[in-house]
T-cell receptor, first 115, second 113 residues
Framework: SQTIHQWPATLVQPVGSPLSLECTVEGTSNPNLYWYRQAAGRGLQLLFYSVGIGQISSEVPQNLSASRPQDRQFILSSKKLLLSDSGFYLC??????????????FGPGTRLLVL | TQLLEQSPQFLSIQEGENLTVYCNSSSVFSSLQWYRQEPGEGPVLLVTVVTGGEVKKLKRLTFQFGDARKDSSLHITAAQTGDTGLYLCAGKDYGGSQGNLIFGKGTKLSVKP
């Protein structure tokens, strides 16, 4: 079966420091991968998605970036964190873009607090 | 821009009561998914509905997709404290080239003993 991992689970960082959040998926090949941010237990905002190695699409302009160095690895980064970057970051994967019933499966999330 | 409006935003009920939450849009979706999320955890998929008018049941939960595929509802019968959580609906862009989901802001349900 497929599993998705995120780490760290919790992170407290000072303003201006760099960021690296990692997401890995097991049990599937060539997944579509997504990074979301969720503010205050509410709806999810799509940040980035990737349909393959090295292929990244950005949905929201910001000081964050994403990379996909391996098929099942997705990394969210920042060179200098802002206070507004605080939130709950979720990684998700899906198997097939084209099917109407294509489903996204979420990781456990990383809670980021920027002070 | 496609939007999904969920209502109510907050719902507090006693154990044993029934409830319905709604997910509405002016846009057509090729499919719609419901997730439940507990504090500090990722959303967990409950169901995916694809066909207009489709009804799916998951134990005490009944999901319906509107005939026009613009709206959906989730009905819980005899709510239990374990049903507490944030319920999110997400629609897949109809005819879109990407598989991106549009998420509602959620309904926060609290079931009290």
């Amino acid at each position: 079966s497929q599993t998705i991992h995120q780490w760290p689970a919790t992170l407290v960082q000072p303003v201006g420091s760099p960021l690296s959040l990692e997401c890995t998926v097991e049990g599937t090949s060539n997944p579509n991968l997504y990074w979301y941010r969720q503010a205050a237990g509410r709806g999810l905002q799509l940040l980035f998605y990737s349909v393959g190695i090295g292929q990244i699409s950005s949905e929201v302009p910001q000081n964050l970036s994403a990379s996909r160095p391996q098929d099942r690895q997705f990394i969210l980064s920042s060179k200098k964190l802002l206070l507004s970057d605080s939130g709950f970051y979720l990684c998700a994967w899906s198997a097939d873009l084209s099917r109407a019933q294509e489903t996204q499966y979420f990781g456990p999330g990383t809670r980021l607090l920027v002070l | 821009t496609q939007l999904l409006e969920q209502s109510p935003q907050f719902l507090s009920i006693q154990e044993g009561e029934n409830l319905t939450v709604y997910c509405n849009s002016s846009s057509v979706f090729s499919s719609l998914q419901w997730y439940r999320q507990e504090p500090g955890e990722g959303p967990v998929l409950l169901v995916t509905v694809v066909t207009g008018g489709e009804v799916k049941k998951l134990k005490r939960l009944t999901f319906q997709f509107g005939d026009a595929r613009k709206d959906s509802s989730l009905h819980i019968t005899a709510a239990q404290t374990g049903d507490t959580g944030l319920y999110l609906c997400a629609g897949k862009d109809y005819g879109g080239s990407q598989g991106n989901l549009i998420f509602g802001k959620g309904t926060k349900l609290s079931v009290k003993p």
